[in-house]
């Protein structure tokens, strides 16, 4: 089992920054992919930014440029640097991790969740 923990939501004004980190612990499982993912009610969960253990980046057109994923594999951390926030970017934000056991089995974890609100 792996354990997901999101801290660093809040609440600020447009144009105002947030950074967000994500913990994994608990479980020997190689972890192939983490992102964070972003929910408001009555809409779809969507991809907000993804990284891979080899460094590889994925972003959402909407935060490119103002978003910057990235990772701490000594602490299995990942972290979200989000500057230059909008009223849009008002969601749950979700710590989302791709897993790989030792027979090869794949797994798909989430962690609670961290509501991030931006509003004048």
């Known amino acids: 089992q792996v354990q997901l923990v999101e801290s660093g939501g809040g609440s600020v004004q447009p144009g105002g920054s947030l950074r967000l980190s994500c913990a994994a612990s608990?479980?020997?499982?190689?972890?192939?992919?983490m992102g964070w993912y972003r929910q408001v009610p009555e809409k779809e969960r969507e991809l907000v930014a993804t990284?891979?253990?080899?460094?590889?980046?994925n972003y959402a057109d909407s935060v490119k440029g103002r978003f910057t994923i990235s990772r701490d594999n000594a602490k299995n951390t990942v972290y979200l640097q989000m500057n230059g926030l909008r009223p849009g970017d008002t969601a749950v934000y979700y710590c989302?991790?791709?897993?790989?056991?030792?027979?090869?089995?794949?797994?798909?974890?989430w962690g609670q969740g961290t509501q991030v609100t931006v509003s004048s």
């Open positions: 989302n991790a791709r897993t790989t056991s030792l027979f090869g089995y794949r797994g798909n974890h």
């Open positions: 608990g479980s020997r499982l190689r972890i192939d992919v």
């Open positions: 990284i891979t253990s080899a460094g590889n980046i």
